[in-house]
Every structure is written in C-alpha cells, then in structure tokens.
C-alpha cells in the first residue's frame, strides 16, 4: 500500500485548492468588504482533494459503503457552499442531515450489535426488522451521524479547532485500520487521504486562518468520522475519545438554552462553547487549539495502551469525567467576570 503517496497527493491537492481560493477569491473580496462568506470555502478544497484522491486511487474497490460517501462528500458541498452565502435554516440543514443518513442506510450502513464491556456478549440492533429496514440499528445511526456532525460543526468557531480534532480522528482510524484485529486496508487509505485533505487545508487554517472550513467542511468532517467509525467495525468509543471535548460541549451548550429556555436550535451570540470561554478568560486561538490537542493525544494514546475491552471503557469514562469537570470550571470562572 503506498500510504504515503496517498496522503501527499491528498496534501498537495488541498493544499493547492485552498492557496487558489485564497488568491483568486478571498483577497479580491477582502478588497471590496465581502470577505466573510467566501472566506467559509475552505471545504471546497478539503472535500475536492479527498474525493479526487478516492476516485483516482487505484487500489480502492468501490463498494456500496465507499460509494455512497463519495456521494454524499458532493451532496455536502453544494449544501455547505449554499448555506454559507444565503445561511439556511436550522429545519433545511437538519433535513439535509437526516436525508444523509437515510442514504447511508439504503446502501447497506448498520450496526448489528455493540460488544459490552467483557467483550464476549453484546448488545444487539438487528433484531427488529421491518420492511427489510433494522430501525433500532437505523436509529442509533441516525443519533451517531446528527451528533458528529453538528458537535464538529460547533467546534469550527476559531481557526485550527475542528480540522485538529479530525486529523487525530483520522489518524487514529488509519492505526486502527492495520491492526491484526480490525485488517481494513481500504479504511486505512481513506483515513490518509482524508488525513492529507485535512492538513493541506489546516495550513491555511491554522491561528490566524486566511480561510474556514464553512458548513461545507465541517460537515465533512463529522460526517467522515461518524460513517468510517461505524465501517470500521463500530469504533464509535474510539471516535468519542477523540471527540470527547465537542461532544461533552455539545451537550452542554444544550443543556444551557434549554436551562435558560432558550431553542437549542437557533444559533444565539452568547458564545456559549468551551473555545469561546476560554477566549474570554485571555487564552489565545492558538493556545486553545493545542490544549485541545494536547488533551486528546494523552487521552488517545492511554486509551489505545489498553488491552482490555473494560479497561478501554474505563478510561473513555474518566476522559468524559475530566472534560464535564473541566467545562464545569471554565463556565464558573467566566460567570463570576
């Protein structure tokens, strides 16, 4: 497998779609004080470059999975781009995301069951079918796929935060993937090609960002973790683990308008995400981004140390613990200023 071919072809195609949109677009736009929405194009080279690299990828077969998320890669370009200059509602862009999730499980997307914490018995989501449709199965992933890809999605509010998360996803599915246990080649050359995409755009990206991802890649992002993860043999603990921060800040951010009344559905401007409070007490883009990484290389790499089904469950717990502690912390510490 030439891996590393992959990953630099991946790289220099992101790469070099951002550097023209930067060069052609944004700094034309910064002229004329229209810069903010065609800054948000940044997904256009993620997205290009990563479905480029699939179907030009002479090693990769095709299949029923691999296909529909080559499709749906399109689908979320022309959704993102189109949200980012005329900004959808929240009803269009859940209905978007639900359409994405009824085509996974058209083409063959399912969880059979989930291992418990012995790793011999498991949990089973196939038994209620009907009209050919497993529905406990169905929504489990439609929960899975919306929670990724908006907790990505919330994540993608300073340069360099959410593309970050997902190249550590990424490279955590291509270690996972060549593994004797799981043996996925064709998942490993995703996750590089995936993994250069992300790079050649976070060099552009990266505090201060002259372009953003925009719906279009974050999106993109969630939405590549949350399917590879169920492809990958249901990794969805090991995903968690990377995404501990978005997600507990997802649903703490829930928590708050639901607390003080408010929809959790229309976007508010009361900066409520962790990166934004820690903004407000003083730490820089830069600062928060590598906490971030910081935080989930110590709690990937502890994780994956693990031989243990339980063990490996144990500490995906105190990850979640650490972060709802530390949130908890950050949202007092803010109050009182």
């Not at 050919?132 to 990505?152: D, K, R, T, Y």
């Not at 603990?237 to 978005?246: F, G, H, K, R, Y």
């Amino acid at each position: 497998m030439n891996f590393v071919i992959y990953f630099i072809s991946a790289f220099l195609l992101s790469f070099s779609v951002n550097a023209g949109l930067i060069f052609l677009f944004i700094k034309k736009k910064e002229r004329n004080n229209q810069i903010k929405k065609w800054r948000r194009l940044g997904g256009v080279g993620i997205i290009s470059a990563f479905f480029l690299g699939l179907f030009f990828n002479p090693e990769l077969v095709f299949t029923k999975q691999i296909s529909v998320l080559a499709f749906s890669t399109i689908l979320i370009l022309g959704f993102g781009i189109l949200d980012d200059f005329y900004n959808f509602s929240w009803r269009k862009q859940i209905i978007f995301q639900i359409f994405l999730v009824a085509l996974l499980i058209l083409f063959d997307y399912n969880i059979s069951h989930i291992a418990t914490l012995d790793g011999i018995n498991s949990v089973r989501f196939d038994w209620f079918v009907w009209n050919g449709i497993a529905w406990l199965s169905a929504g489990f992933i439609l929960v899975w796929v919306l929670l990724m890809i908006n907790a990505v999605g919330w994540s993608d509010g300073i340069d360099g935060l959410s593309g970050t998360i997902a190249l550590f996803g990424a490279l955590t599915l291509f270690v996972l993937s060549l593994t004797k246990v799981v043996n996925q080649p064709a998942m490993a050359i995703l996750a590089v090609i995936f993994g250069g995409a992300i790079l050649g755009f976070l060099v552009f990206n990266w505090p201060q960002g002259k372009i953003e991802a925009g719906t279009s890649g974050s999106y993109f992002l969630g939405f590549f973790l949350a399917t590879t993860a169920i492809m990958a043999g249901t990794k969805i603990a090991t995903i968690i683990v990377v995404l501990a921060i978005p997600v507990v800040d997802f649903f703490w951010v829930i928590g708050e308008r639901f607390w003080e009344g408010r929809s959790i559905f229309i976007r508010d401007d009361n900066q409520r995400h962790l990166h934004y409070k820690l903004r407000k007490l003083g730490w820089s883009d830069r600062q928060i981004v590598l906490s971030y990484a910081g935080f989930i290389l110590f709690a990937l790499s502890s994780y994956l140390l693990m031989e243990e089904r339980s063990a490996k469950i144990g500490v995906l717990g105190i990850e979640l613990l650490l972060v709802v502690f530390f949130v908890y912390i950050i949202t007092q510490k803010v109050s009182r200023r």
